[in-house]
Structure formats: C-alpha cells, structure tokens
Nanobody
Framework: QVQLVESGGGLVQAGDSLRLSCAAS????????MGWFRQAPGKEREFVAV????????YYADSVKGRFAVSRDNAKNTVYLQMNSLQPEDTAAYYC????????????????????WGKGTLVTVSS
C-alpha cells in the first residue's frame, strides 16, 4: 500500500513557474515508477510525465515537453514536477500516481496503468 499526498499547487500568471511535490508513505517508494497526470474541468484525466524507479528514465506528454521536468528523491520518498512557462491551458488538478507496471505505463500513458493515486493539487494559470 502506498499513500500519496500532492502539494505545491496554486494560482499563477501565464509565464510563471511552479513546483509540485508528491510525498509517499512506506518503505517501498523506490520500487515504484511515478507518474503525474492532470484533469481539467470537463475533461478526462491525461498523462503528463513519468519517471522510472531509479529516476534514470523520464517521459513527457508532447504538450509539456521542454517546459515541465519530473524528478524524484528516493531518500525523501518524494517526486517533483517542475513546471515552467505555464499557460492557461495547463490549468487543471494535478495528480501523482504510482505503479510497478513500467512497461504498461510507458506504452499506454494510461491512467489504468497506475496502482495508487493521490488526491490532487489544483493549478490555476491566469492569462
């Protein structure tokens, strides 16, 4: 069982930056790949970024590539999402999630590949 708690969301202006954090409970954090997803009002939850168990491999959605960076600190049981050059279309609730199904996650970028979810943190970008 893994419990995840996101933080760092807020209201920012277009062009600003935010760093989201996701703190995980338990001693097995380093055995999980971690993903970030987001859900805008009225839309389905979508893939944003993923990082492998040891942090060596990352993948991003095309919409955030070059602006967002995912990282993790296994000693602190925490995964981060650095978001730069934020735009109004980045407005959404952001969720972190954990999985041991790396191949499924990177192949599908699907919410169905994740095993545990946080409750989300809201990011609002004004124009």
């Amino acid at each position: 069982q893994v419990q995840l708690v996101e933080s760092g969301g807020g209201l920012v202006q277009a062009g600003d930056s935010l760093r989201l954090s996701c703190a995980a409970s338990g001693r097995t954090f380093s055995t999980y790949a971690m993903g970030w997803f987001r859900q805008a009002p009225g839309k389905e939850r979508e893939f944003v970024a993923v990082i492998s168990e040891g942090g060596q491999n990352t993948y991003y959605a095309d919409s955030v590539k070059g602006r967002f960076a995912v990282s993790r600190d296994n000693a602190k049981n925490t995964v981060y999402l650095q978001m730069n050059s934020l735009q109004p279309e980045d407005t959404a609730a952001y969720y972190c999630a954990a999985t041991r199904r790396w191949t499924l996650l990177t192949g599908t970028k699907s919410t169905g590949a994740m095993d545990y979810w946080g409750k989300g943190t809201l990011v609002t970008v004004s124009s």
